[in-house]
């Protein structure tokens, strides 16, 4: 690791009169601004963001994640193969991509429950769950998953985990992105995997939020 | 750095504040941020340790109270200035004239190139995983100790877990070192490990019982025990 270095001279620079938020207004404007610098300089299009950045609200989604999911239920050889080399199995489907080129499945059980937090920044298995939600990553959310993990489940989530059952928060500091395979629910015998899919929510695979059930789909 | 963005374990930022039916994009803006990013990160304009340290670097009450694109949008005007490929006055100019006409419009331009290049990368990624000559030098099961360092530049050894205790429960690959490469000071890979915390050793009496906490982190923030 390196030593200590000047520190750098942009630091929470800010001139006198600035006061934050910034507006809207201005938000907008400079993004506008750098995009038509960058577009004269031939560094960006507009189907840069009308196809590119589309995909990731059409195509690249938790459904993506609830597949890999369901198939892990349905199939045990894929899913050792997802607990040993998540993304050679997401390959399998099709599944794989920008931040989540190195993968790790955790899995639920009687006695451990796993939630994902970034704790540093926003980090987030895109191929899987598409773009994160403002809430994980937003100050509350890092700032408290991985002290009180619990009671943030219980309090922000309604999500309640017995006192028998360990947590195991993952802080995706590094390169790794994690997501969780939940427990596969009673009652779902002879369920297609679509039909399990269809139970598998993007807060499941975060580790904060529970499946739907059977009954909630009929 | 111990900057405002290293969030674990701060008291009082609030409730979890959940969006009900939230959109992937809540308005054009940030869509075309986005598309920013993938242009320029994807084009190697600067790298994604340069990304997050300009991030860190903003002014902490701008980062506190600031929706989450306009991080983006701070760290790619820094870094586009630093780098040389836009000017600041020609921003602060052009931002002036989109203020005063807020329905102007962008300059229109396809590239299907350029569109399908970053495709592919939104497809296939970019690993920051190298090959490196040297084995781990920590194993499963070793325990180890992270160094309780403070840099002043980019790190990503959270305060949270400097100079506690854990054990190694996976290795994984060589990574390019961000506390070097955010100062373009060169890849330098190191292992990556994912070393798991008990809740007690780092939040002392106020752990919850049965919580494990996992890190990743690079070779050089770690000591044996």
Redesign the interface.
């Known amino acids: 690791m390196s030593g200590e270095r000047t520190t750098d001279t942009r630091q929470a620079q800010a001139p006198e009169d600035r006061t934050y938020p910034i507006s809207d207004a201005e938000v907008a404007a400079r993004a506008k601004a750098l995009q038509s610098l960058l577009t004269e300089k031939g560094l960006i299009s507009n189907d840069v963001i009308d196809k590119v950045v589309s995909a990731y609200e059409s195509d690249i989604g938790p459904m993506l994640g609830a597949k890999v999911v369901a198939r892990a239920w349905s199939d045990p050889e894929f899913k050792k193969l997802l607990l040993e080399d998540a993304n050679a199995a997401c390959e399998q489907l099709g599944i794989g991509g920008m931040q989540g080129e190195h993968m790790v499945v955790v899995e639920n059980s009687a006695q451990v429950h796993n939630t994902v937090v970034c704790t540093l920044c926003s980090c987030y298995p895109w191929p899987v769950l598409g773009l994160p939600p403002n809430w994980y990553k937003y100050p509350q959310y890092r700032s408290r998953a991985v002290m009180e993990p619990r009671k943030v489940l219980k309090e922000e989530f309604g999500l309640d985990i017995d006192e028998s059952v360990d947590i195991s928060v993952w802080d995706s500091s590094a390169e790794v992105r994690y997501f969780v395979l939940p427990e596969r629910p009673e009652g779902t015998e002879g369920m297609s995997q679509e039909e399990l899919a269809s139970l598998v929510t993007r807060d499941s695979m975060i580790g904060v939020g529970e499946l739907r059930t059977p009954e909630q789909m009929r | 750095?111990n900057g405002v963005?290293?969030?674990?374990?701060?008291?009082g930022?609030?409730?979890?504040?959940?969006?009900a039916d939230?959109p992937?994009?809540h308005?054009p803006?940030e869509?075309?941020?986005?598309?920013?990013l993938?242009?320029?990160m994807g084009?190697g304009?600067y790298n994604l340790d340069e990304f997050?340290?300009g991030?860190e670097?903003?002014?902490?009450?701008?980062y506190?109270?600031?929706?989450?694109y306009?991080h983006w949008?701070e760290t790619?005007?820094?870094n586009?200035i630093e780098k040389g490929?836009?000017d600041q006055e020609?921003?602060e100019a052009?931002?002036?004239?989109?203020?005063k006409n807020?329905e102007?419009s962008?300059?229109?331009?396809?590239?299907?190139e350029?569109?399908n290049n970053?495709?592919q990368?939104?497809?296939?990624?970019?690993?920051?995983?190298r090959e490196v000559s040297a084995e781990p030098r920590f194993g499963v099961g070793d325990r180890v100790r992270t160094?309780n360092?403070h840099?002043?530049?980019h790190?990503?050894?959270?305060r949270?877990v400097r100079g506690k205790q854990g054990v190694v429960g996976?290795v994984?690959?060589a990574?390019v070192?961000p506390?070097?490469n955010a100062?373009g000071?060169g890849e330098n890979p190191e292992y990556?490990y994912?070393v798991r915390f008990d809740a007690k050793e780092?939040?002392g009496d106020?752990a919850?019982?049965?919580?494990?906490?996992?890190?990743?982190?690079?070779e050089?923030?770690l000591e044996p025990v």
């Not at chain 2, 670097?57 to 701008?62: F, H, I, K, L």
């Not at chain 2, 052009?94 to 203020?99: A, C, D, G, M, S």
């Not at chain 2, 919850?208 to 690079?218: G, I, S, T």
Request: with cysteine; aromatic share 10%.
């Open positions: 750095m963005h290293d969030l674990g374990g701060m008291h930022l609030g409730r979890v504040d959940v969006e939230e992937v994009f308005n803006w869509k075309a941020t986005f598309g920013i993938l242009a320029t084009q304009l997050r340290h991030i670097v903003m002014n902490p009450a701008n506190l109270t600031s929706s989450y306009e949008l790619m005007e820094k586009l490929v836009i020609a921003l052009k931002t002036q004239e989109f203020l807020p102007a962008v300059p229109q331009r396809e590239d299907p350029l569109a970053l495709s990368l939104v497809r296939g990624g970019a690993s920051s995983s160094r360092v840099p002043q530049g790190t990503r050894l959270p949270y996976r994984y690959d990574f070192l506390d070097t100062h000071e990556v994912c780092v939040w106020s919850e019982p049965r919580e494990v906490v996992h890190v990743d982190l690079w050089s923030y």
